[in-house]
T-cell receptor, first 112, second 113 residues
């Protein structure tokens, strides 16, 4: 699986967009980009995933560069409840490894 | 919305006790997972199940067993709890086994004294 690199921490003002970057320069053509977050003392929460097209759901948008070597998760109007550790994962869909493994992620702090 | 619930948020047990952790999902998912999460070690898969009565070992099955008698329920059993099993236990479910779109419960913080 491709390695991902994320900044260890970011701050964002409440009500503004939070843009969380992820580098995955060794991603291969059949690997998807997944985003999860984990609020302190809670279980991880699936956010969104994509292959090469940009994706949007009720929680966030995922922008993947044309060369697929990086992506950005966008929370359009961050709230205090969005404070969490955000994990970017690259995985082959249908691969034999079924378990999730998280790297160190980005600690997003939304400031009032 | 997918709902995955776990029987307890916090549990304190004594060494040697048999411990049952229950997980229930309401989305008719075929696949269910038990992980533990420890600081510095991340998420580690204990067992997973892809159908009723079917189970497979994950990375760290020693000291644990599981039971899946109904599709919506997946139980983790610690046969004889030990202090090194103090951890956060997380249950998850997914529709497709190959999918990494997994939905997690709130977790059970187990302390074994």
């Amino acid at each position: 699986d491709a390695k991902t690199t994320q900044p260890p921490s970011m701050d964002c003002a409440e009500g503004r967009a939070a843009n969380l970057p992820c580098n995955h320069s060794t991603i291969s053509g059949n690997e998807y980009v997944y985003w999860y977050r984990q609020i302190h003392s809670q279980g991880p929460q699936y956010i969104i995933h994509g292959l090469k097209n940009n994706e949007t759901n009720e929680m966030a948008s995922l922008i993947i560069t044309e060369d697929r070597k990086s992506s950005t998760l966008i929370l359009p109007h961050a709230t205090l409840r969005d404070t969490a550790v955000y994990y970017c994962i690259v995985r082959v869909a249908g691969g034999s490894a079924r378990q999730l493994t998280f790297g160190s992620g980005t600690q997003l702090t939304v400031l009032p | 919305d997918v709902k995955v619930t776990q029987s307890s948020r916090y549990l304190v047990k004594r060494t040697g006790e048999k411990v049952f952790l229950e997980c229930v999902q309401d989305m008719d998912h075929e696949n269910m997972f038990w992980y533990r999460q420890d600081p510095g070690l991340g998420l580690r898969l204990i067992y997973f199940s892809y159908d009723v009565k079917m189970k497979e070992k994950g990375d760290i099955p020693e000291g644990y067993s599981v039971s899946r008698e109904k599709k919506e329920r997946f139980s983790l059993i610690l046969e004889s709890a030990s202090t090194n099993q103090t951890s956060m236990y997380l249950c998850a479910s997914s529709h497709q086994l190959s999918s990494y779109e997994q939905y997690f419960g709130p977790g059970t913080r187990l302390t074994v004294t």
